[in-house]
């Protein structure tokens, strides 16, 4: 009968062992999502490098050829960061470094647009940008369709610059933007396309013509400087 | 409200992998009291025992049973077989006419009310000192009963003794996974024992001390699970039950899913009921690991399970609903990011280190099963059967048992 016995050690030292092996488990857990922080901090220095020095680039030799200017920070670099995020905050909590990560991360694509911007009125490159803004505060399935439609145009149009903004981002550049282009948070999806801002889903069709016709209008611009370049000439 | 939903799952999942330690724990704490004998044995002394074998509409069966008891090595004079036709509709009772020959087998015949009424026909007309069951769907080693008599000789405390029961010959995919699931039972029943915790003692050859059934009266009908019910009753009244890991006791077992899925249903839904009925054994001190193991392990498991189907269903309607979505605003197309696999997006959440600790655990409960039965041939493929196929179909046969259980009840409350 002596195994019969009532024990109630054995329940707390089973107790301690499955503590233990949980512990164990988040420990496992925590080490690969710090792993995978460090991952997004890394793809994010190599971003922002590549941007300070496109723009101390472009600064440097503003006055010379645009030939020079070499710039390789690319969309899909910036898409996939932003990819990673997403994906960080929903699977790795909202912690304080991914959330940081998620500031930098805006702030890298202002940049990134203002820098683009620049170079292509300067150097005559075929760009079109689209700012979108979105929310995560609120189920919202309109987002998730716009975010597919602008990743089908991204993949369709290399040349299509997509920076996305959540409306909720606490950053003062931001909230500057919002401003801006006057966007509220019940009219989102939003986008801005050529100063033109639309809000609400807009299916693929339409955002093509429009996308299409921003190429022409980029395209026709630099002709026309470089037409004004001439003729001061 | 999502938090607490959130926080029940790691509490789900805390318990589970609390029930497998607490048996590795004993294992660990007993596994030099595990004695696996080869070849035969002797007892000091040959009690009588009556082995009764139950039969309805088992024509195909039956005969191989009893034979199996005839071949058994025990002194013809001490061993009794009560054959006993429950009204079958088939040719059994002609079948078991051919065993009135023999000196120690009775027949006898009755009207169909079930398997309890059968055994309690036998119950009524044996003298013997000690009683036990066969279903007509199982046969049994030659040396099955000796090893469990001697259970009985080593301590005068045990009451019933139940054995190892090992799947016949597994063909379907079912019954190689039904072959796994057996093995571990033979682990975790040991367990149980040790513990003096056991909750069913099962149809194929539980040998039972006749003054248990003298002292606490026959079997019930208990919602289809007589031998569920008789163990409960015997831990109620502190009666020892001890198992005996290499008696061999090979039983068929369901060959579809639809045979399987009847069984289990039964099988549930006999333990949430036998607990209803016996719920005050509950957190008792006084009924020992019986009331703060066995029973909360199975309540454990079959809310558990539950709560983490519904939530696989759930997060499966999410990513359906959005993958839905998807197709409707950019028709088929995959988008470059699905060719280049990124281990960046591996979930290694704490639930995936979890699941492993859990499957290793499960995984060598079945190993250790194997190695108590004697059974040397490791099989991962049954293992894999196992994991997939219960892990899909079990919760289906959990939710129907709580479903019928909830819906029989209904009719009392008005």
Known sequence: ??????????????????????????????YFGNKKVKELRDIQNTIALDILSSE?????????????????????????????????????????????????????????????????????????????????????????????????????????????????????????????????????????????????????????????????????????????????? | MSAVINSLFYVFLFLSLYVQVFLLVTFIENRKKIVIRKGQIKLSHYPTVTVMVPCWNEEKTVARTVESLLAMNYPKDKLTLFVIDDGSTDSTWEVIQQFNKYENVRTFTKENGGKHTALNLGLKETNSEFVACLDADSFADPESLIRIMSYFEANPDVMAVSPSVIVESPQSLIQKAQKAEYDMSVYIKKMLGFLGAIHVTPG?????????????????????????????????????????????????????????????????????????????????????????????AGIVSIVSATYLFIRMINQFTVSAQSKILALQTTGIYLPESAYNFDLYFFNTGVLLFVTVILFVLLITSIIIGKWMSEDRRLSPLNILYFIVIYSVVAPFWLMKAIYNTIFAQKPSWR
């Not at chain 1, 910036?78 to 990819?83: C, K, P, R």
């Not at chain 1, 683009?116 to 995560?136: D, N, P, S, W």
Request: hydrophobic share 35%.
């Open chain 2, 204 to 296: 194929p050859l539980t040998v039972f001390k006749k003054k248990v059934f003298d002292d606490l009266g026959p079997y019930r009908k208990a919602h289809n699970t007589e031998d569920m019910e008789i163990a409960y009753r015997m831990q109620k009244n502190g009666y020892k039950i001890e198992q005996c890991n290499d008696a061999y006791i090979y039983t068929n077992t369901p060959k579809t899913v639809k045979k399987l899925f009847k069984q289990r249903v039964r099988w549930i839904y006999g333990f949430i009921n036998n607990t209803i009925d016996y719920r005050r054994l509950l957190f008792k001190k006084k009924y020992g690991h019986f009331s703060f193991f066995t029973v909360p």
């Open chain 1, 1 to 30: 009968m002596e195994n019969n016995k009532f024990d109630w050690r054995k329940y707390v030292l089973v107790f301690i062992i499955t503590g233990m092996l949980f512990a164990t488990a988040s420990y496992l857990s925590n």
């Open chain 1, 56 to 233: 101390t680039q472009y600064a440097l030799l503003s006055e010379l050829s645009c030939k020079n200017v070499n710039y390789s920070a690319l969309s899909g670099e910036l898409a996939e960061l932003g990819n990673k995020l997403e994906w960080g905050e929903e699977n790795l909590g909202q912690t304080k470094e991914v959330d940081f990560l998620r500031k930098y991360y805006a702030l890298l694509q202002i940049k990134d647009y203002l820098l683009m911007k620049k170079i292509t009125a300067r150097c005559g490159e075929q760009y079109a940008f689209v700012l979108y803004f979105y929310t995560t505060a609120e189920n919202c399935s309109e987002c998730e369709r716009t975010g597919l439609v602008l990743s089908k145009l991204r993949e369709k149009y290399p040349e299509l610059r997509v920076y996305s903004f959540d409306y909720s981002t606490e950053l003062s550049a931001v909230e500057a933007m919002l401003r801006i282009y006057k966007i509220e948070d019940t009219k989102l999806p939003a986008l801005v396309l050529d100063d033109e801002v639309l809000t609400g889903f807009r299916p693929f069709e339409e955002l093509e013509t429009k996308i299409q016709k921003s190429f022409n209008l980029e395209t026709k611009e630099v002709v026309a400087e470089e037409d004004k370049q001439k003729a001061g000439e």
